[in-house]
Nanobody, 125 residues
Framework: EVQLVESGGGLVQAGGSLRLSCTAS????????MTWVRQAPGKGLEWVSA????????DYVDSVKGRFIVSRDNAKYTLYLQMNSLKPEDTAVYYC??????????????????RGQGTQVTVST
Protein backbone atom coordinates (compact mmCIF):
# COMPACT_ATOMS: atom_id res chain seq x y z
CA GLU A 1 0.00 0.00 0.00
CA VAL A 2 1.33 3.38 -1.02
CA GLN A 3 1.82 5.70 1.94
CA LEU A 4 2.90 9.30 1.60
CA VAL A 5 3.47 11.69 4.50
CA GLU A 6 4.07 15.36 3.78
CA SER A 7 5.59 17.76 6.30
CA GLY A 8 7.35 21.10 6.58
CA GLY A 9 4.53 23.51 5.87
CA GLY A 10 3.74 26.55 7.94
CA LEU A 11 3.04 30.27 8.00
CA VAL A 12 5.65 32.47 6.38
CA GLN A 13 5.84 36.05 5.20
CA ALA A 14 6.05 36.88 1.52
CA GLY A 15 9.62 36.51 0.35
CA GLY A 16 10.37 33.79 2.85
CA SER A 17 11.31 30.16 2.38
CA LEU A 18 10.07 26.74 3.42
CA ARG A 19 11.31 23.21 2.75
CA LEU A 20 8.70 20.51 2.35
CA SER A 21 9.38 16.81 2.75
CA CYS A 22 7.45 13.76 1.60
CA THR A 23 8.31 10.44 3.18
CA ALA A 24 7.19 7.45 1.14
CA SER A 25 6.64 3.79 1.99
CA UNK A 26 4.88 0.72 0.64
CA UNK A 27 6.30 0.85 -2.87
CA UNK A 28 9.74 0.92 -4.55
CA UNK A 29 10.27 4.67 -4.31
CA UNK A 30 13.49 4.62 -6.33
CA UNK A 31 11.60 3.28 -9.37
CA UNK A 32 8.91 5.94 -9.45
CA UNK A 33 8.71 9.46 -10.75
CA MET A 34 7.16 11.77 -8.16
CA THR A 35 5.15 14.95 -8.40
CA TRP A 36 4.35 17.76 -5.98
CA VAL A 37 0.84 19.12 -6.36
CA ARG A 38 -1.07 21.79 -4.46
CA GLN A 39 -4.63 22.82 -3.86
CA ALA A 40 -5.66 26.34 -2.96
CA PRO A 41 -9.08 27.01 -1.40
CA GLY A 42 -11.82 26.63 -3.99
CA LYS A 43 -9.44 25.53 -6.74
CA GLY A 44 -8.46 22.29 -8.41
CA LEU A 45 -5.34 20.24 -7.85
CA GLU A 46 -2.44 21.98 -9.58
CA TRP A 47 0.88 20.33 -10.35
CA VAL A 48 3.91 22.16 -9.02
CA SER A 49 6.98 20.08 -9.84
CA ALA A 50 7.78 16.65 -11.19
CA UNK A 51 10.99 14.63 -10.93
CA UNK A 52 11.87 11.32 -12.50
CA UNK A 53 13.26 8.37 -10.57
CA UNK A 54 16.91 9.21 -11.23
CA UNK A 55 16.52 12.98 -10.77
CA UNK A 56 17.70 13.49 -14.34
CA UNK A 57 14.46 15.02 -15.58
CA UNK A 58 12.73 17.77 -13.66
CA ASP A 59 9.97 20.18 -14.54
CA TYR A 60 8.12 23.02 -12.85
CA VAL A 61 4.87 24.81 -13.47
CA ASP A 62 5.65 28.26 -14.87
CA SER A 63 4.46 30.10 -11.77
CA VAL A 64 7.20 28.59 -9.57
CA LYS A 65 10.11 28.37 -12.01
CA GLY A 66 13.21 30.01 -10.59
CA ARG A 67 11.80 29.93 -7.05
CA PHE A 68 11.19 26.27 -6.18
CA ILE A 69 13.64 23.38 -6.31
CA VAL A 70 12.61 19.73 -6.20
CA SER A 71 14.94 16.94 -5.14
CA ARG A 72 14.82 13.41 -3.81
CA ASP A 73 16.88 11.02 -1.73
CA ASN A 74 16.07 7.52 -2.91
CA ALA A 75 18.01 5.93 -0.07
CA LYS A 76 15.80 7.76 2.42
CA TYR A 77 12.57 7.29 0.44
CA THR A 78 12.08 11.04 0.66
CA LEU A 79 11.05 13.77 -1.76
CA TYR A 80 11.76 17.43 -1.08
CA LEU A 81 10.52 20.80 -2.27
CA GLN A 82 12.60 23.86 -1.43
CA MET A 83 10.37 26.91 -1.81
CA ASN A 84 12.02 30.32 -1.97
CA SER A 85 10.70 33.83 -2.59
CA LEU A 86 7.26 32.71 -1.55
CA LYS A 87 4.24 34.70 -2.68
CA PRO A 88 0.71 34.90 -1.24
CA GLU A 89 -0.54 33.03 -4.31
CA ASP A 90 1.56 30.03 -3.23
CA THR A 91 -0.82 29.56 -0.30
CA ALA A 92 -2.26 26.04 -0.59
CA VAL A 93 -2.18 22.55 0.81
CA TYR A 94 0.79 20.77 -0.74
CA TYR A 95 0.79 17.05 -1.52
CA CYS A 96 3.17 14.57 -3.05
CA UNK A 97 2.01 11.85 -5.37
CA UNK A 98 3.50 8.98 -7.32
CA UNK A 99 4.06 9.30 -11.02
CA UNK A 100 4.70 12.11 -13.46
CA UNK A 101 1.73 14.47 -13.57
CA UNK A 102 2.07 17.66 -15.57
CA UNK A 103 -0.23 19.93 -17.52
CA UNK A 104 0.63 22.96 -19.60
CA UNK A 105 -1.19 26.01 -20.84
CA UNK A 106 -4.09 27.72 -19.18
CA UNK A 107 -5.18 24.65 -17.20
CA UNK A 108 -2.47 23.25 -14.96
CA UNK A 109 -4.75 21.00 -12.93
CA UNK A 110 -4.12 17.26 -12.79
CA UNK A 111 -5.79 14.08 -11.57
CA UNK A 112 -3.73 11.82 -9.35
CA UNK A 113 -4.10 8.29 -8.04
CA UNK A 114 -2.86 8.92 -4.52
CA ARG A 115 -1.57 11.56 -2.15
CA GLY A 116 -0.84 12.00 1.50
CA GLN A 117 -2.68 14.12 4.05
CA GLY A 118 -0.93 17.23 2.79
CA THR A 119 0.88 20.06 4.50
CA GLN A 120 -0.52 23.59 4.69
CA VAL A 121 1.57 26.45 3.36
CA THR A 122 0.30 29.93 4.14
CA VAL A 123 2.11 33.00 2.81
CA SER A 124 1.15 36.33 4.34
CA THR A 125 1.63 39.75 2.81
Amino acid sequence: EVQLVESGGGLVQAGGSLRLSCTASGFPFRDYAMTWVRQAPGKGLEWVSAINSASTTIDYVDSVKGRFIVSRDNAKYTLYLQMNSLKPEDTAVYYCTTGWHTAYGADTTVVVDNRGQGTQVTVST
